[in-house]
């Protein structure tokens, strides 16, 4: 780790164990590493995936620089990436949107970023060899709740991987960028809970009792746990293998765009602007339907 040193104007290294300490005594070579804070920035979790196959996911407290509570796992094979995620998009939607469509509603809409609750974060792993799985609602589960992504490990080994809404439905997809040329998109699914007949699970049955260790986190999460699949829903052929993706707006429209960088060259993915632009008038005419007059007055005050 390098910190600046204003007075001096040089850049100086320091030890990374001082502010970093979950990343003592790792057995092999870091491939990728993904941080997410939460409690109000005071706490965060950090995962890291090695050459040999190893995965660490710690929970730290920020304020006081120690490791609350670790899980890791070893695999069979290179770990290529790894992403703390949360199902449900962090857009924060309009509070005086939120106060006009109820407390269901509003639950749906709001963000998973909290200032004191928990969020229900999933942990994507991918593998050069095996297939790519998915942990559940890891601050409560650790790494005992897993899901292998169907034919993940169909296309040669997966390189990169992406987390993006890109059908614009509040809830994120996970996309995967393999060696044999294919991006992969997976679409999470929900089960009815109520169903106890239900053929397909969701996670292993039985998860590990070495891995799911009880959680230190005393606070509740921000909502029930999302119980469902990730189903592969999209695929796309390209003419290289695929290096890496990247969900952002290079365009300035406010309309993000899914990079793809490839052996031999950067591909430009972009939404189709007519249908979009019908799901944001179809979206707002709904909004409006619901607001009362001093409501959509706040609206248009509303700093978007």
């Known amino acids: 780790m390098f910190r600046e040193d204003r007075a001096l104007h040089t850049v100086n290294e320091h030890p990374v164990l001082e502010h970093f300490p979950e990343f003592a005594d790792l057995p092999s070579p870091v491939h990728w590493m993904d941080v997410r804070y939460i409690a109000d920035q005071s706490e965060r979790l950090t995962a890291v995936g090695c050459q040999s196959g190893y995965v660490r996911l710690s929970y730290v ?28 998009t962090t857009m924060e939607c309009p509070v005086h949107l939120l106060a006009n469509f109820g407390s269901d509603a509003a639950s749906d809409y709001g963000s998973d970023v909290e200032t004191f609750e928990i969020p229900q974060l999933q942990l994507l792993v991918t593998n050069a060899i095996k297939p790519s799985v998915l942990y559940s609602n890891v ?18 080994c997966v390189l990169c991987s992406c987390i993006a809404d890109v059908d614009f439905d509040g809830h994120n997809e996970i996309i995967l960028g393999t060696y044999g040329q ?8 929900r089960l009815d809970t109520s169903d106890a007949n239900s053929e397909r699970q969701p996670l292993d049955k039985q998860p590990d009792p070495a891995l799911l260790e009880t959680s230190p986190i005393t606070r509740q999460s921000d909502s029930k746990p999302i119980v469902g699949t990730w189903q592969l829903t999209y695929k796309r052929s390209f003419a290289d293998p695929l290096m890496s993706l990247r969900y952002i707006d290079i365009t300035n429209d406010s309309l993000c765009e899914l990079m793809v960088v490839s052996l031999k060259g950067l591909h430009v ?15 707002l005419r709904q909004a409006v339907e619901k607001l009362n007059e001093d409501a959509f007055h706040a609206l248009l005050l509303e700093s978007l």
Request: proline share 1%; with cysteine; glycine share 4%.
């Open 269 to 283: 993915l972009q939404h189709n602007l007519q249908e979009v632009s019908q799901l944001c008038k179809e979206r």
């Open 182 to 189: 294919e991006m992969l998109v997976y679409k999470f699914e």
């Open 139 to 156: 601050v409560q589960n650790g790494l005992g709740s897993k899901q292998e992504l169907i034919d993940s490990d169909s296309f040669d």
């Open 61 to 88: 407290d920020v304020k006081k620089k120690e490791v609350l509570q670790s899980w890791e796992v070893l695999q069979d094979g290179p770990v290529t990436s790894v992403r703390l995620f949360s199902i449900r």
